[in-house]
């Protein structure tokens, strides 16, 4: 089991029910972050931590909320996937979906923490990869 830390927004509260549509979503009026019981532990694990952000980051305005969206989840990558864990998971293998398997998060979470490396990780992981890129 990976230990994660979850900075929870202060006075908002976890709703785990049923949703008509999407994972999750943040009640701003109630305080309220809701996710979808139907979701498996690595898609609820990247739910709440992905929601907690939003609430914690603030209401953003419709024409901001695509950009929003893209960094909100960057930042749940992060959350949920530790650089040395990360580095330590490419070392063995560069397929992203065993990456996911092992770490216990969601696939779109790995490309995310990927897109998102600044340059010291970037650089650091290129250095510990640079075996597969060798054997091909």
């Known amino acids: ?62 024409w901001a909320r695509a950009r929003e969206e893209a960094t909100v989840h960057r930042l749940a990558a992060r959350a949920l996937i530790a650089d040395g864990r990360l580095a330590s998971e490419l070392e063995w293998s560069p397929d992203p979906r065993v990456i996911a398997w092992d770490l216990q998060v969601t696939g779109d979470l790995v490309g995310a923490r990927l897109d998102g490396l600044d340059v010291a990780e970037r650089a650091r992981l290129w250095a510990v990869t640079a075996h597969h890129r060798d054997s091909a």
């Open 1 to 62: 089991m990976v230990e994660r830390e979850l900075v929870w927004p202060a006075g908002w509260r976890l709703s785990v029910e049923t949703l008509t549509c999407g994972r999750g979503r943040c009640r701003w009026a109630s305080r309220t972050v809701a996710v979808d019981r139907r979701l498996t532990p690595a898609e609820r694990d990247a739910t709440i931590t992905h929601e907690a952000i939003h609430a914690s980051r603030g209401p953003c305005p419709g």
